[in-house]
């Protein structure tokens, strides 16, 4: 018997968000990459799985992505990034800043702080990396609303248990060099995979 259906979505699309300094880095091409991983590591452990993106080449829309989690039935929504500064961060700042962090939808506040804790614990463990923390971000117009269109679109649609997943910062040495490299996005894949089956009963409730 199946423990439930997750929903993954590796952020952006084949091209999206090339590295600073690296010819050839793209975000939207490593999330595929995590999520494949992760997806792999969620069915050996019973789970079931979609991806937002099939293939490396698609980009489907923000309001795709998370409604696909409640149209389809999902206990979970994941949504895998990695992160960049600001405008605001200066020239010398900009390769210094790191870390992970993990925005929960503000649907059910309560029920999603422990998951995006232990999310967040997990991906600092492995990467090695600054705890950046968990954060809710609101929508401008309605605060009972997130901000983010996936985390905003599948808590509308059903499935309130979403989160998005920013893994570092690829624009860091660091932390760019982790998510460069598949057996390190191995480690990552099974380190989430441990705190989603662990966390089974929470994530249901």
């Known amino acids: 018997m199946l423990k439930g259906l997750v929903v993954l979505d590796p952020g952006h699309g084949q091209f999206g968000n090339p590295h600073t300094t690296k010819e050839g880095f793209y975000e939207g091409t490593q999330n595929f990459i995590l999520a494949t991983l992760l997806r792999d590591e969620l069915q ?4 079931e799985v979609l991806m937002t993106r099939n293939r490396v080449e698609d980009n489907p829309t923000l309001e795709e992505r998370g ?3 409640g149209e389809a039935g999902a ?4 949504s895998l990034h990695s992160n960049a500064p600001g405008t605001s961060a200066t020239p010398e700042r900009y390769p210094k800043i790191r870390g992970a962090e993990t925005f929960y939808s503000v649907s ?5 702080i422990p998951v995006a804790r232990a ?3 997990a991906v600092v463990r492995t990467m090695n990396t600054e705890d950046r923390g968990i954060k ?3 929508h401008p117009d309605n605060p009972d609303l997130d901000y983010y269109g996936v985390l905003r679109n599948s808590a509308q649609s059903g499935c309130r248990r979403a989160f998005l997943v ?5 624009t860091n040495p660091e932390d760019s060099a982790f ?3 598949t057996e390190s996005l191995s480690r990552l894949a099974a380190a989430e995979a441990e705190v989603v089956d662990r966390l089974l009963s929470l994530i249901k409730a």
Request: net charge neutral; glycine share 10%.
């Open 179 to 181: 998510l460069q490299d």
């Open 67 to 69: 409604r696909l989690a």
């Open 166 to 170: 920013e893994h570092g910062f690829h």
């Open 44 to 47: 050996r452990r019973g789970f």
């Open 75 to 78: 206990i979970l929504f994941l």
């Open 136 to 138: 809710t971000r609101r």
């Open 119 to 121: 999310l967040n614990d």
């Open 108 to 112: 059910d506040e309560a029920g999603n």
